[in-house]
């Protein structure tokens, strides 16, 4: 229902009285009055229009949510009535303003028309001259009456109406017009339901099914344009060498295929006519259309007066017969074999045609022979009942004779030489489904109205109306024809398909009054208009397609002259036009551009049944007599055409269409033009999630949907790319894939760069051409934010199962111990949202997309069983042609209790029915006392947690238990120290402030000692190297001294005994996997979970980096607590 619109006039208070103070100083200030909104907003358009039009892309201008919308950044507000909403005026117009600017909207003109107006004559550039708005009537309804009448009609209707019968005849017109009507109709829903710029159908369906539907089906509806004027043009020459000049034939007959070289030949010469006229005015092609439409008008009209004067007056038009033998009437006036002439014998022409001399004794063939010469009336009448044999079709192969079967006939033995004998023949072999073909570009040119939107007075009540009026005149029109063609004409002149037995005169033209010349002449300039409008349009169209800028390799043809003309689209256009007219025959012709415009039709219907169904906010047309049934209804016929017409070329112009869509689907400019496949999308997105959280996951379809918790720079760009490359070799499971980071401050203070984060996440996905979302949040500290991402991040059915990350290298050196509780943390997280984690070890060491490991293993150290991803993930890398020759190796440890050769057999087993392909190997860990090494270890770190504790102290308390532990430090390495001794863990105090310092690879002990010799006294170095890790293993496994460890008591019993049997697992385990896997190109590790009590978390890193000690690129996994693989099927 229309919605009523009130406008309230505001008075400004101030302005109009209730203070005079107020008002004599707003007239000091320069006006009297304040001035009103819609004069400031009239006044700034008017400064706008004056400037001239925005330029800006197109996606721009049609991602605006209003018509000609402008860039009002300079505006001034001067009012007060409306200052609440003052700094909301850029953004927001106020609603006079915005109407305004819809009252003042005007469109370009569509129509193909000369760019007069970029054309300069004395240096004065030319006004424009502004075409009148057309009604329904002058601006759809002719427009789609002259594309719908045309070649067909004239030339082909009779012999489809004597080939199929009046009732297939009647068929194959009604389909193709029911086709037609249900398009239009869907085209009528489209069309109102918005403005439609130029481009016509192509836009319609762009904008309604997306780049890729839209730039696949543009191209194949100008395809189907361009072969439409090799149709026109054929039958232009048709027309011309048959009925108008049949002598300026250069091929003579007797020679082979001379009809068809004579059509390449002639086709071609107006081929280059016709693109001359184009390229060098279009104004008069158009000027010509008038013409054109009136001669197709006088033609129809002829023809239904012939038909009424067939009641009172049959023509004098006669066909002879041969038997029951249609014969061409070219060559003789007499239907006779003998003829008296002053009482004398004469032989006729066809005596001659038939005999080898003109003797009564002659050789004559051996048909002509045994049968009579008979002469009927080529048109019986409307009243002559010659309708009951016109009702059914008749078919037949190529060559075959035209007879009437009802007429006697006697055959003859010897029918070897009836092609050289004056018969009409059947020059292609007939069928249904050609005819089908054949007939349905005579109902194509429905699209011409919504063409000419933009030329329309309200396009949105004549597109609908006229192109519907048009198609059911043009219907009326056909089915009358076929009846009345049936009801007139005998049934051998229907099958004639070029009028041989009427002397060379078109069937129609035979019926038509007062002369044949009418339609001779009416179709041929019929013809010559229809081919010069489609090599007029075509080049524009591809031209559209080619400034959308969605299929790269037609971006030239976007360009042309300088006044716009496109120039490079109409050689193109020439070039496959000639192909056509290389095919040199009409009826081969009119099936392939069938194809190409069934598949435009489908498109149009799908696009309607898809913006129905999803009923989105936005479509509201206001042509309301459709519905998605009649949508799809018309698809479904149309589609049914294609294969009836004709199944390969049907096939032919998919493959084309499904090309083109993956080409612009993988190398075409990425467009948001809000269509329906989108909206389809979202449809499906939301229907899939809703079914997938209604039922629980089970293990066969579970893989690893990963948030990847990644790091940005201090340039917003991306720290560890090469975890995005480790996320793309995991995805053989094809999941869910969310890269995230967290950026610390408010949003509303760091939003822009939240989003260019954002945005180079993408691109870094991008390069590493990774498919899934990138999201960056802001939050008030990092351990926040990770906890907002781990909870929240993914929708429904499709959250992530796995968090991935990088071993935060760092820990050791911050200032704080905040990297070191995020992580913690994080995997306490995990653990309680039952996701996985996994996290990778010297993250930049593992190997790019473009890498490839020629040879390694993977080795997986399956400690214990917690879901069983730690052997689904080397499958799934083993997928990528990263890691595809290398081999999985499979550890496990036994302990003394453990039958080791079991469990080999059993481990073997269940990788056999787990269908994983990998070496198994079990590893003997004894018991065994632990080391003072271990010890040692557990003391340097807890020295290192009290001193990370002293940090939060005062300066001067600090100072004070620095050197307090400094002292007992020192003692205890002069104590257990050998000589030569190298250090590991470095800890270092400077006297401004406390810093952790974690160094493998620092100076041997004599320089450390130099260096603490040196020192001043509130530095302590404690710094243990690999050297020392390697020499207190080697001295443990040697043994030691009761009286070294008696000496060394004391200080071990302040020891945490748990953090002592921790470090021993560790330590232990670190030299099992050295010792096997060393050499792998990657190690997985279970991973072990923080201490429940926080106390502990100081120590956990301890023990994660003695557990991974030595080891290059190591990940850590840590199981969801659900299976993630089964045995089962």
Not at 112 to 121: L, M, N
Not at 437 to 451: C, D, E, L, R
Not at 985 to 997: H, K, M, S, Y
Request: contains cysteine.
């Amino acid at each position: 229902m229309p919605t009523n619109f009130t406008v309230v006039p505001v008075e400004d208070a101030e302005g109009s009285g209730g203070g005079g103070s107020n008002s004599s100083s707003a007239a000091a200030a320069g006006g009297s009055r304040p001035v009103s909104l819609g004069k400031i907003f009239r006044a700034k358009d008017d400064d706008d229009n004056s400037q001239g039009p925005h330029s800006g892309e197109d996606s721009q201008r049609e991602s605006s949510p209003f018509i000609n919308t402008d860039d009002d950044r300079e505006h001034y507000y001067e009012g007060k009535n409306m200052a609440l909403f003052e700094e909301e005026m850029e953004s927001n117009p106020m609603v006079s303003s915005l109407l305004n600017k819809l009252a003042n909207y005007t469109n370009l003109t569509q129509g193909v028309r000369e760019h007069e107006e970029a054309e300069y004559e004395d240096g004065v550039r030319r006004v424009t001259v502004m075409v009148p708005q057309m009604g329904t009537f002058i601006g759809v309804y002719l427009p789609c009456m002259q594309n719908i009448l045309g070649v067909i009609l004239f030339l082909r209707l009779t012999w489809i109406v004597g080939t199929a019968g009046i009732l297939g005849s009647f068929a194959i017109v009604s389909m193709c017009c029911i086709c037609t009507l249900l398009t239009a109709i869907s085209m009528s829903a489209i069309a109102t339901n918005g403005v439609v710029p130029a481009g016509g159908s192509y836009y319609m369906i762009s904008r309604s099914l997306g780049p890729e539907f839209g730039g696949a089906v543009g191209l194949c509806f100008y395809l189907g344009t361009t072969f439409a004027g090799s149709m026109y043009i054929l039958g232009t020459i048709e027309i011309l060498l048959i009925y108008i000049v049949p002598d300026a034939t250069l091929f003579k007959e007797g020679e082979t295929a001379t009809m068809s070289n004579n059509m390449r030949v002639y086709g071609t010469c107006c081929l280059l006519l016709m693109a001359l006229v184009v390229f060098v005015g279009v104004k008069y092609v158009n000027k010509l259309a008038l013409v054109f439409l009136a001669c197709v008008v006088l033609s129809i009209l002829a023809t239904y007066a012939g038909v009424i004067k067939t009641i009172i007056e049959q023509p004098d038009i006669n066909v002879c017969l041969l038997g029951n033998r249609s014969l061409k009437n070219v060559k003789f006036d007499t239907c006779a074999k003998t003829k008296l002439v002053k009482n004398v014998t004469v032989f006729t022409h066809l005596w001659d045609a038939f005999c080898d001399s003109n003797y009564p004794n002659a050789t004559c063939d051996e048909y002509f022979t045994l049968n009579n010469l008979t002469e009927m009336k080529a048109i019986p009448g409307l009243m002559s009942g010659v309708i009951k044999d016109n009702l059914w079709g008749e078919y037949g192969p190529a060559g075959t004779n035209i007879e009437k079967k009802s007429q006697p006939s006697v055959p003859a033995q010897d029918s070897s030489d009836d092609m050289d004998m004056p018969y009409v023949f059947n020059d292609i072999a007939t069928y249904f489904t050609l005819l089908v073909g054949i007939y349905f570009p005579s109902v194509t040119g429905i699209m011409a109205g919504s063409n000419r939107s933009g030329d329309l007075r309200d396009a949105q009540r004549s597109i609908p109306v006229g192109t519907i009026m048009a198609i059911l005149t043009t219907s009326f029109i056909y089915i009358s024809f076929v009846v009345l063609f049936g009801a007139c004409i005998e049934g051998v002149v229907l099958r004639d398909k070029f009028g041989y037995s009427v002397k060379k005169t078109p069937v129609i033209g035979v019926l038509a009054w007062p002369s044949p010349w009418v339609i001779v002449i009416g179709s041929f300039f019929s013809c010559c208009g229809a081919g010069l409008q489609s090599l007029t349009g075509a080049p524009r169209l591809l031209q559209a397609i080619a400034r959308d800028g969605i299929i790269p390799f037609l971006q030239v043809f976007g360009h042309g002259k300088a006044n716009g003309e496109p120039t490079w689209a109409l050689l193109l256009t020439v070039g496959i036009c000639e192909i056509g007219i290389l095919i040199a025959s009409l009826d081969a012709v009119a099936p392939i551009l069938s194809m190409f415009f069934l598949m435009c039709y489908l498109f149009v219907n799908l696009a309607c049944a898809v913006q129905t169904l999803l009923r989105t906010p936005n479509w509201r047309p206001r042509f309301k007599f459709y519905h998605w049934t009649l949508s799809f209804l018309g698809m479904s016929l149309c589609l049914s055409l294609m294969f009836i017409s004709s199944w390969y070329y049907a096939l032919v112009a998919m493959v084309i269409a499904g090309c083109l869509y993956k080409y612009i689907e993988y190398r075409g400019a990425v467009k948001e033009w809000g269509d329906g496949i989108r909206g389809l999308s979202l449809n499906a997105a939301r229907y899939a999630l809703i079914r997938l959280e209604e039922v629980p996951l089970h293990t066969k379809n579970w893989r690893p949907q990963l948030l990847v918790l990644c790091k940005l720079d201090s340039d917003l760009g991306v720290k560890h790319p090469r975890l995005l490359s480790f996320t793309t070799q995991l995805k053989a499971g094809k999941g869910l894939t969310i890269v995230s980071s967290v950026l610390e401050g408010t949003y509303m203070t760091r939003g822009n760069e939240a989003k260019t984060g954002e945005k180079n996440l993408k691109t870094a996905m991008a390069a590493e051409k990774m498919k899934g979302f990138s999201h960056v949040v802001v939050s008030s500290n990092l351990r926040d934010g990770f906890s907002l991402l781990i909870q929240s991040a993914g929708l429904g059915g499709m959250k992530h199962n796995a968090v991935l990350m990088a071993w935060p290298a760092g820990w050791g050196q911050a200032r704080d111990s905040a990297a070191r509780r995020n992580f913690i943390e994080t995997v306490r997280e995990t653990t309680a949202a039952h996701q996985a984690l996994l996290v990778a070890k010297n993250i930049d060491h593992f190997p790019g997309n473009q890498d490839r490991l020629k040879e390694g293993t993977i080795d997986v150290w399956w400690i214990v069983h917690d879901g069983g991803l730690l052997m689904l993930l080397p499958f799934l890398l083993s997928q990528h042609k990263v890691w595809r020759k290398c081999k999985m190796r499979i550890f496990t440890v036994a302990h003394m209790e453990d039958n080791s050769i079991q469990m080999k057999k059993d481990l073997q087993m269940f990788l056999y029915h787990l269908r994983l392909d990998a070496v198994v190997e079990v590893v003997e860990m004894h018991e065994s006392d632990i080391s003072a090494f271990t010890y040692e270890k557990t003391l340097v770190m807890e020295q290192r947690s009290q001193m990370l504790k002293q940090m939060q102290l005062s300066r001067t308390e600090r100072e004070r238990e620095i050197q307090s532990i400094t002292d007992v430090s020192r003692g205890s390495i002069k104590r257990k120290k050998p000589p030569g001794f190298r250090s590991f863990n470095a800890l270092c105090i400077p006297e401004d402030e406390a810093q952790l310092i974690h160094d493998r690879n620092t100076a041997s002990h004599s320089t450390a000692n130099d260096r603490e010799a040196g020192a001043p006294p509130d530095r302590v170095h404690m710094t243990w190297t690999k050297d020392k890790l390697v020499n207190e293993r080697n001295r443990h496994r040697e043994g030691m001294g009761v009286k070294d460890i008696f000496n060394m008591r004391p200080e071990w019993e302040n020891l945490n005994q748990s953090n002592v049997r921790r470090m021993h697992t560790a330590v232990k385990l670190n030299e099992v996997v050295l010792k096997k896997s060393r050499d792998s190109q990657l190690v997985l590790l279970n991973m072990p979970g923080p201490p429940k009590n926080k106390k502990g978390d100081d120590n956990y890193m301890e023990f994660l980096e003695v557990l991974m000690d030595g080891l290059d690129r190591v990940l850590l996994v840590r199981g969801g607590g659900r299976e993630v693989i089964t045995i089962y099927s």
